[in-house]
């Protein structure tokens, strides 16, 4: 089950997957939007349980929808930029790019060795941002495809394991610091004390939004 915040509680959207069957990762679109859910055997209908009466909003009520890649591990992080689709498969280590070519569907490797990239997004330049799962980093991406790391510590510590983030209009940067790629290396890896929301401002100035949660996952802020 998802949760994505909007600009109030009240606006929550909260939708539950089910699909009868499960194997590796996959990616499903419709036609205007990419979901990123578990690959069900073909021909199983996939049911979506809108709890919050939200998912209208994004997707168009009865829209179909179309398995676009498979034999994939773990998928996370899709985002659009200019005409393909760049996703995160994180037990191998690459983000993935499909693309709809005129000769047929193109699915590559974009770039390997990341520190397990999880959540992806674009700046306010267009440039690829990219949650380093076990790089316990954030990184950007410039023109040439070239990572650099623009968070890593905080008040001392490294970040556990950065998973989703977000650009908000003014250009700062909103992330998530839960420890789901750290748990196998122990508590002592674990070397800030809360799971918390972070924000990066176009100054360099990083802070602590918020520690209430216990359990992190995506990022979504009000629009203003």
């Given at each position: 089950m998802h949760f994505v915040n909007g600009n109030s509680?009240?606006?929550?959207l909260c939708v539950r997957t089910r699909i009868r069957h499960q194997a590796s990762s996959v990616l499903i679109r419709s036609k205007s939007r990419v979901h990123v859910m578990p690959e069900p055997i073909p021909h199983v209908d996939v049911e979506l349980e809108d709890e919050s009466g939200h998912l209208g909003e994004l997707v168009t009520p009865g829209t179909n929808l179309e398995r676009i890649a498979g034999a994939l591990a773990f998928t996370e992080g899709p985002v659009w930029r200019g005409d393909h689709l760049l996703f995160s498969d994180i037990p191998n280590d690459r983000i993935c790019r499909w693309r709809d070519l005129p000769e047929g569907p193109e699915l590559t490797t974009f770039r390997a060795f990341n520190g397990k990239t999880n959540g992806l997004t674009?700046?306010?330049?267009?440039?690829?941002?990219?949650?380093?799962?076990?790089g316990r980093s954030?990184?950007?991406?410039?023109?040439?495809?070239?990572?650099?790391?623009i968070a890593t510590h905080f008040e001392g510590g490294r970040f556990n394991s950065p998973n989703d983030l977000v650009v908000k209009r003014n250009a700062d940067i909103y992330f998530t610091d839960p420890p789901y790629g750290i748990d196998e290396l122990g508590p002592d890896a674990k070397e800030q004390t809360v799971n918390g929301v972070f924000r990066l401002t176009t100054d360099g100035m990083l802070d602590l939004v918020t520690d209430r949660f216990t359990c992190l996952l995506y990022t979504s802020p009000s629009p203003r």
């Open positions: 509680p009240a606006q929550a674009l700046d306010r330049e267009g440039l690829l941002l990219g949650c380093a799962h076990s954030v990184l950007r991406f410039d023109q040439n495809q070239q990572p650099t790391p």
